[in-house]
């Protein structure tokens, strides 16, 4: 993580990367659908990391579709933005993380309002054979759309629900919550010790890295709505500023 950003403020995962049966069969899907909080909401689009557009128009069952290439540390990648409801940007336009590329939409092969996403290590290629998980190298918490002044902002955060993101697998029974990052790996240690003795974890690790930030991963729970109420008791007390609640099958 920290190349880059979530697309999407206060985004919500609707489905994940790899194989997948939507009522169409099973199907490899190439990237992850992301929507707003609210269903149906259509909401701006973001840059993942700056580049150059080399694609803003239709694109089969992608629909409105922007494609964006980038150079990071010397490597390519390119990412993809499906089934726009709106295209902001031009081909040959070079944009800003956080810069505005587009509306969510439901446009192509969509069943609902949502945003396909897609990043490729290398070039974009037809079946697509260098796509990978973008939740690999995203949080749900980290967009951050520029001002027109292109002074990169924290998203608003208008209610504690906004302050919490959510990645959930399917038939999840396993929830656990992830904070958000510490600015060295010794001040998540204080604060691994400090939540568990005042009560807001029973049980806390540190994960992460120099590059990325460490963060604290809690103890399972067993209901994703018991993880959100220890979430929100953190986040009362200002003690973080975001948490993701991650479901998984164990």
């Known amino acids: 993580m920290g190349k880059f950003n979530c697309p999407i403020v206060n985004g919500r995962l609707t489905s994940k990367f790899g194989w997948r049966d939507i009522g169409r069969g099973k199907e490899w899907h190439q990237g992850v659908d992301l929507a ?9 689009v973001y840059a993942s990391a700056g580049g150059e557009v080399v694609w803003a128009a239709p694109l089969s069952s992608y629909g409105n579709s922007v494609r964006i290439i980038h150079i990071v540390n010397g490597k390519t990648y390119e990412t993809n933005y499906a089934h726009l409801d ?9 944009v800003k993380q956080g810069e505005q590329i587009g509306i969510m939409g439901n446009t192509g092969g969509s069943f609902g309002v949502h945003l396909h ?5 290398g070039r974009y290629a037809p079946s697509q054979p260098n796509a990978i998980d973008p939740m690999k190298w995203i949080e749900l918490i980290t967009c951050k759309p520029l ?5 990169s902002i924290s998203p ?24 958000d990052a510490f600015k060295s790996k010794s001040d998540a240690q ?26 604290l991963q809690s103890g399972k729970y067993l209901s994703q709505k018991d993880a959100e109420t ?9 003690v973080i500023g975001y948490a993701s609640i991650i479901g998984s099958k164990s």
């Open 36 to 44: 707003d909080q609210t269903p149906g909401k259509k909401v701006p």
């Open 230 to 238: 220890a979430g929100k008791k953190m986040l009362d007390a200002k």
């Open 190 to 215: 204080k604060a691994q010790k400090n939540f568990v003795s005042k009560g807001y974890l029973k049980y806390a690790e540190v994960f992460g890295n120099d590059k990325d930030g460490y963060r």
């Open 117 to 121: 996403f897609e990043i490729h290590n």
């Open 86 to 94: 709106k295209i902001t940007v031009k081909k040959g336009q070079r």
């Open 156 to 179: 608003s955060q208008p209610s504690i629900n906004n302050k919490i993101g959510y990645k959930i697998d399917s038939n999840a029974k396993a929830f656990r919550i992830h904070t």
């Open 147 to 151: 001002t027109n002044s292109s002074t």
